[in-house]
């Protein structure tokens, strides 16, 4: 069984640029979830789907990031503009359903913003 | 609302000691716990969870973890330490009370000394 795919490994930005990062769960989990990571803290999550629809977005900073799940398979997360403290590595975990359900973890996206 | 504290930010053992790495938690609600293990540059790997059933929960590669809900904890042990348990280790609660996600622990970095 294929585990969950991330891309890029790793991205290197200058503050006020933008940045995406892709996602692809384990076929057929209809819950997808994105983490971040600073270095030396626990990950904190950014956004939880349900299929295609918001489930929790309550720790997202909208003015800067943004994240989509279209067709309820594959998600997107976008900065515009990155600042410094986005610095961090950035987890996609998805699960079968959210509840009591294991969430499997990409290998995730390290970013720094200079 | 439900936290988790690991009381240890850092451990060391020498291989084919014991181990043990310590969690408590808080939660009003009956809790789901795990511990997920990170090796470097890694994703996050399961190690076992808790969900209600039996107290003690074996996990993978000779770990086991014990709920004791008069103490709120859920200690991650063992027997003996392998090189290749050096990593960071999250205990993780899920938050049962409504979108069932996740809330993780500063981590503790296991160092195995030969």
């Known amino acids: 069984e294929a585990g969950v795919a991330q891309s890029p490994r790793y991205k290197i930005i200058e503050k006020r640029q933008s940045v995406a990062f892709w996602c692809n769960p384990i076929?057929?989990?209809?819950?997808l979830y994105w983490y971040q990571q600073i270095l030396g803290q626990g990950p904190k999550l950014l956004i939880q789907?349900?299929?295609?629809?918001?489930?929790?977005d309550s720790q997202l900073p909208k003015d800067r990031f943004s994240a989509e799940r279209l067709k309820g398979v594959d998600s997107t997360l976008k900065i515009q503009p990155a600042k410094l403290e986005d610095s961090a590595v950035y987890l996609c975990?998805?699960?079968?359903?959210?509840?009591?359900?294991?969430?499997?973890f990409g290998p995730g996206t390290r970013l720094l913003v200079l | 609302a439900q936290s988790v504290t690991q009381l240890d930010s850092h451990v060391s053992v020498s291989e084919g000691t014991p181990v043990l790495l310590r969690c408590n938690y808080s939660?009003?609600?009956?809790?789901?716990l795990f511990w997920y293990v990170q090796h470097p540059n890694k994703g996050l790997q399961l190690l076992l969870k808790?969900?209600?059933?039996?107290?003690l929960v074996k996990g993978i590669n000779g770990f086991e973890a014990e709920f004791k809900k008069s103490e709120t904890s859920f200690h991650l042990t063992k027997p003996s330490a392998h090189m290749s348990d050096a990593a960071e280790y999250f205990c993780?609660?899920?938050?049962?009370?409504?979108?069932?996600?996740?809330?993780f622990g500063t981590g503790t970095r296991l160092k195995v000394l030969a």
């Open positions: 808790y969900t209600s059933a039996a107290t």
């Open positions: 975990a998805s699960s079968l359903v959210s509840y009591q359900e294991t969430q499997y």
């Open positions: 789907f349900q299929n295609n629809g918001v489930v929790d």
């Open positions: 993780v609660v899920s938050d049962t009370s409504g979108t069932y996600k996740y809330i």
């Open positions: 939660s009003s609600y009956s809790p789901s």
């Open positions: 076929s057929g989990h209809a819950t």
